[in-house]
């Protein structure tokens, strides 16, 4: 089991910045691919990063390339979320995931989850 917790949701303005953190615990971090998700009201739940065991490999969705930027600490077994330039769309509940492979994009792949963090963006 992995346990995950996200941090550092709120209100920010369109423009301004936010970076989320996501806290794991139980078995050994560094062997997952973590990633980001996020799902606004009565929308599906959308892919927004994904990064490799060793930080080597990343991807984003595209709404979100060349604004936000996934990284990860495995000493602290935290993923963060780096959010840059932020947009009213961004609006939603953003949740981090594990998985055992990299690459990986569709939710229902993924074999952990945090609670979700929210974050609203005002225009």
């Known amino acids: 089991q992995v346990q995950l917790v996200e941090s550092g949701g709120g209100l920010v303005q369109a423009g301004g910045s936010l970076r989320l953190s996501c806290a794991a615990s139980?078995?050994?971090?560094?062997?997952?691919?973590m990633g980001w998700f996020r799902q606004a009201p009565g929308k599906e739940r959308e892919f927004v990063a994904t990064?490799?065991?060793?930080?080597?490999?990343?991807d984003y969705g595209d709404s979100v390339k060349g604004r936000f930027t996934i990284s990860r600490d495995n000493a602290k077994n935290t993923v963060y979320l780096q959010m840059n330039s932020l947009r009213p769309e961004d609006t939603a509940v953003y949740y981090c995931?594990?998985?055992?492979?990299?690459?990986?994009?569709?939710?229902?792949?993924?074999?952990?989850w945090g609670q979700g963090t929210l974050v609203t963006v005002s225009s």
């Open positions: 990064i490799s065991w060793t930080s080597a490999g990343t």
């Open positions: 139980g078995r050994t971090f560094s062997r997952y691919a």
């Open positions: 995931a594990a998985v055992a492979h990299y690459g990986v994009t569709t939710p229902a792949s993924y074999d952990y």
